[in-house]
């Protein structure tokens, strides 16, 4: 079979307008999709009902559309593939590693500090910077569960991150790593310093770390190209991977733009967006120029 030809994609979400940041990121899988004849598709990362908005969608589009970049037809949209995330927890639930937790971020908070307090020493922070989760859900029994479920109590879906390396056991989880050459190299991972995750919201069916997974293998994506603040969240995504049997795509991370200030442009801080941009009459030209993408 002739081996097919590379898919990467760029995967913003509509809960505001792009900035210059989200520019560069699409750029450049434009520009690596582009030098290896692979394809570049789009997608709608929208699992955030609150928060996500047809009308960014549309200014999304039009400031892609701006930017002169072309996607494949037909972007995937999150929001529409609920089942298909929730049949992914079905299988991890199967497989023992799913439970639901009840904790209000309060209250995991407040867990951690008598924790802290009990023994002087400091609870393990993740990546991101937020306690580990301190399992307080993994003690109750099936009738509790049972009774807070019936009253419709608000939950989310963990990963039972011991059980889920227990079936890893024995093969190395990893993934390749590529820079703007080519070159590649294997990173191992290491998914326990996430604790147990969030696999599914208390609104949907899913949470970043399943639907990207179950998107990428969906969407047969080969090389993912986002920013480094992404990169130790791969370590859950090529765990994932390996419980559903999936194919780990090829990674690099690109950096995060800073503006004058030095501050990461984010949607948070409302970086000055390319509509904006656009408004005070940039050109496209000048937009690919300033990020270095003559
Ligand atoms: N939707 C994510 C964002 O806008 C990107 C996710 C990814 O590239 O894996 O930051």
Redesign the pocket.
């Known amino acids: 079979m002739a081996p097919s030809s590379p898919v990467f994609r760029f995967?913003?979400?509509p809960n505001g307008r792009l900035h210059l940041g989200h520019a560069y990121s699409a750029l450049l899988n434009e520009r690596l999709a582009k030098r290896c004849h692979g394809r570049l598709l789009l997608r709608i990362?929208d699992i955030d009902l609150t928060r996500c908005r047809p009308e960014f969608e549309q200014g999304i589009r039009d400031d892609l559309a701006w930017l002169g970049i072309s996607f494949a037809p037909n972007p995937r949209r999150q929001s529409e593939h609920f089942e298909e995330y929730r049949r992914a927890l079905d299988r991890l639930d199967a497989m023992g590693l799913v439970y639901p937790c009840f904790c209000s971020r309060q209250e995991v908070k407040a867990a951690v500090r008598r924790r802290e307090a009990g023994t002087g020493v400091p609870w393990p922070h993740d990546p991101d910077g937020a306690p580990l989760y301190p399992r307080t859900c993994r003690g109750s029994s099936d009738d509790a569960v049972r009774r807070r479920r019936e009253a419709g109590d608000a939950h989310v879906l963990r990963l039972a991150m011991d059980r889920a390396l227990a079936r890893t056991a024995g093969e190395p989880l990893a993934y390749r790593l590529f820079d703007e050459s080519g070159a590649e190299r294997e990173v191992a991972v290491e998914p326990a310093r996430w604790g147990d995750v969030v696999l599914a919201r208390r609104d949907v069916p899913t949470s970043?770390h399943l639907s990207?997974v179950v998107d990428d293998a969906v969407q047969g994506v080969s090389h993912?190209v986002?920013?480094r603040d992404?990169e130790a969240a791969t370590d859950i995504h090529v765990l994932l991977q390996r419980l559903l049997g999936l194919l780990t795509p090829r990674y690099h991370f690109h950096p995060l733009l800073s503006d004058e200030s030095g501050q990461k442009l984010a949607k948070s801080r409302s970086s000055r967006s390319l509509a904006d941009l656009r408004a005070q009459g940039a050109t496209p030209e000048a937009v690919r120029r300033q990020l270095g993408f003559t």
Request: glycine share 10%; charged share 20%; aromatic share 10%.
């Open positions: 995967a913003p979400s990362e970043y990207v993912v986002r920013g992404l």
